[in-house]
């Protein structure tokens, strides 16, 4: 099969960065919203702790989302770098309109919705690895529920363990407590997250024949993913982060510590089993089953509802956008 020329691969590749970026950009709300909602550090000072965590993730995790996002979600064999240009294309335009309205989106979801609706276009439903897509579409709903439940489980031990502690001492405590979680919840983001853009650009440079006979996800890719990520964190999405930290409910620094701890354990899980999930389903989950614990009010379920119909269309979307891409492009090459 003939490849591209190389400047096109680096053009992908550079394409595949500005996703990463983009997912940093919109994530960073997901890192450090309770921090900046509590009060517990200003804006500025969250975003770098964040992104400093998200940086030295590569030193923790392993690289078994990537190789799943790699070769877990569409077969390899049918892969060129038309489709991979086409699924970030579809991933990247779904993402800024979802930035720009201040909508937490699952960039993930972006990403397996652009790769899909490119395979689709190209070779059809058996271009498809179901067992991968299948895990991806059950954690949609498994890592949000699952957030939510340790959330309400961590307060609820919480308020039994320091039921008789003053409320001022309590809230000095988890003043400091939740730089520790925030640190946490930023580690499984950049473990988790900036490897499907590692898994994309793999799949890439393997399709296009740079990384020999057998896939792998190099050093070099694994730092700069990481990197780029980091660095999309340290902007930040101010939008998103309003919406966040302070739309679906008020938080005191002892429930942005169990939101945080409740989603950074839930990340912590699928990187460690390789599964690629939502970190804003997973916080958003958490931020929801902490605010529960006081009542299901306390929550402003409307804003929730909201976010939820993004999750829900960002699939679809990100594959009818990618799709589109995909047409373009073969019209323009004809």
């Known amino acids: 099969m003939e490849h591209a020329p190389l400047i096109v691969i680096l053009f992908i590749v550079f394409v595949a960065l500005l996703f990463d970026f983009l997912n940093g950009v919109n994530d960073a709300a997901n890192s450090i919203a309770t921090v900046v909602s509590t009060r517990v550090l200003p804006p500025r000072f969250a975003v770098l702790w964040a992104a400093f965590f998200n940086f030295i993730a590569f030193l923790f995790f ?5 190789n799943m996002i790699g070769k877990g979600i569409v077969d390899t064999t049918v892969v060129n770098e038309q489709m991979v240009f086409a699924g970030l294309a579809g991933a990247v335009a779904w993402t800024h309109v979802c930035n720009t309205y201040g909508l937490p989106i699952s960039v993930s979801h972006s990403l397996i919705g652009g790769l899909l609706g490119a ?47 003053k409320l001022k001492k309590l809230d000095r405590l988890f003043r400091r407590l939740q730089l520790v979680s925030a640190a946490m919840f930023s580690l499984g983001h950049g473990g988790n997250d900036a490897q499907k853009t590692m898994g994309i650009i793999a799949v890439l440079l393997f399709s296009a024949g740079y990384l020999g006979d057998t896939f792998h996800v190099p050093l070099w890719i694994v ?19 309003k919406t966040m930290g302070m739309k679906i409910t008020k938080l005191q620094p002892v429930g942005g510590f169990c939101a945080e701890t409740a989603g950074a354990l839930t990340l ?21 089953g902490v605010g529960s614990t006081r009542g ?14 993004a999750w829900i269309l960002t699939i679809p979307c990100a594959a ?3 799709a589109g891409f995909y047409l373009i492009i073969d019209l323009i090459r004809m």
Do not use: E
């Open 268 to 288: 912590f899980g699928a990187t460690w089993a390789g599964i690629p999930v939502s970190t804003t389903h997973t916080i958003t989950g958490s931020i929801m």
């Open 223 to 241: 730092l700069t993913c990481h990197f780029v990520i980091a660095l999309g964190t340290l902007i930040g999405g101010w939008r998103v982060i």
């Open 62 to 66: 392993g690289v078994r989302v990537a």
């Open 296 to 309: 299901l009010a306390s929550v402003r379920w409307t804003v929730a509802r909201r976010i939820v119909c």
């Open 320 to 322: 009818l956008a990618s």
């Open 119 to 165: 395979a689709l276009v190209k070779a059809g439903p058996g271009a498809l690895v179901m067992n991968g897509i299948t895990k991806v579409v059950l954690f949609i709903f498994l890592s949000p529920l699952i957030g939510m439940c340790l959330g309400f489980i961590c307060m609820i031990i919480v308020f039994w363990v320091f039921r008789k502690t």
